[in-house]
């Protein structure tokens, strides 16, 4: 009898216990609704872009403007606009921001990107040291300079990794009936602030954009040689990824940052970039 009502006792104890457990768990707190207003959490949208935005200090301007207004967090991802277009076209990101307006054409003809849009353009600038060993600064012609150099066998600079910047260099050489080689010619395959900083090492001539040789120049003691060519402008372009290509990108955030780039907002930050600093605009907005 009393080892019955140890059981009865047991039994008991262990309902007593389950029935607590129970209580405890129905009294948690259930997860708070968002409250009436506040924003849900922030989407990640990918961006490949060229290392110009990115070392001229613009994206750190822009972007916290964006992800501000629209809710979005930009992960981005810095590198040549050659490799730029080629995360677009395996739908590795969801848009890109780049300066090489035949092969941004092409992108949007392939199929791998929509709705182009003019953002903004800044200019190319020889660079070199003071001493100009190939006695081109002064010079109004892009071609003749670079014959120049090569005749001379001064030493320069490439970034040598399908850049905008490379691609710019590359079709001076080509329209100059030159293939440059030799010790002389120098490729850094590395981005724009890598290669102005090897540049400045070698004390070489490269070519630059304006808006980081103006955010780095502090650095180095290589000046500008020469300037001002028609040929040397530098236009920018921001493409969403084809969802109908890649259903995973997020065409929608893509959208969004295209739109906030050519607005009024987005062009006015653009515009005025740099311009209490330098005294000058890094970029100027071209948004139609």
């Known amino acids: 009898m009393k080892m019955k009502n140890n059981r009865i006792l047991l039994v008991l104890a262990l309902l007593a216990a389950f029935l607590v457990t129970m209580v405890a768990g129905c009294a948690k707190e259930e997860p708070k609704a968002p409250e009436q207003g506040q924003q849900p959490p922030a989407k990640e949208l990918k961006l490949a872009t060229t290392t110009s935005t990115q070392d001229s200090g613009l994206l750190d301007v822009l972007l916290p403007e964006f992800e501000k207004d629209t809710n979005y967090k930009v992960k981005v991802i810095a590198v040549g606009t050659g490799q730029a277009i080629e995360m677009g076209a ?3 990101v969801d848009v890109i921001l780049v300066h090489s307006r035949a092969a941004e ?5 392939d199929g791998f990107g929509v709705d182009r849009r003019d953002v903004m353009y800044n200019d190319f600038l020889i660079i ?3 001493e100009d060993p190939a006695g081109i600064k002064g010079s109004a012609d892009t071609i003749e300079a670079f014959k120049t150099i090569a005749s001379k066998q001064a030493a320069f600079v490439s970034r040598g990794d399908n850049s905008g910047t490379d691609k710019k260099e590359k079709g001076i050489w080509t329209k100059a009936e030159i ?17 102005f900083r090897m540049a400045d090492e070698k004390k070489a001539y490269t070519l630059i954009d304006r808006a980081t040789y103006l955010a780095q120049k502090d650095k180095y003691k290589l000046e500008i040689i020469m300037e001002g060519d028609k040929s040397l402008l530098n236009p920018y372009g921001v493409i969403p990824v084809n969802p109908e290509k890649f259903p995973n990108v997020d065409y929608e955030g893509a959208t969004k940052f295209a739109q906030w780039l050519t607005s009024e907002k987005g062009q006015k930050m653009i515009g005025e970039f740099g311009v209490e600093k330098y005294k000058q605009q890094l970029f100027v907005p071209d948004a139609k």
């Open 90 to 92: 395996a739908g590795d």
């Open 105 to 109: 054409d092409k992108f949007v003809a």
């Open 128 to 130: 070199g040291p003071a």
């Open 179 to 195: 293939t440059p080689a030799g010790a002389w010619y120098i490729e850094s395959g590395q981005g724009m602030g890598d290669t």
